[in-house]
């Protein structure tokens, strides 16, 4: 499960309290100090591919579609 829908269940365990604090317990995505996931791109939030050198934060797709507006050149 992704830690974009890991609440999705929360729906059907109102009713039931004790299980939805043991679910939370064992399914919330950890909190990260360090790694990939933190660095997300500041366009779209993808979190794979991400180009961080010159503070640029974003991520190689984004990156394509405005390297010529940041003053990038494609050299052959």
């Known amino acids: 499960m ?5 609440r999705k269940m929360f729906t059907q365990l109102d009713a039931k309290p004790v299980k939805k604090a043991k679910y939370i317990k064992h399914n919330q995505p950890a909190k990260r100090s360090c790694g990939v996931t933190l660095r997300k791109c500041t366009n779209c ?6 180009i961080n050198k010159y ?8 990156f394509r579609e405005m390297a010529l507006s940041l003053g990038f050149k494609k050299y052959n």
């Not at 939030?45 to 991400?50: I, N, Y």
């Open 55 to 62: 503070g640029l934060h974003l991520c190689r797709h984004c």
């Open 2 to 6: 992704t830690t974009s829908d890991w």
């Open 45 to 50: 939030g993808r979190a794979g591919g991400h």
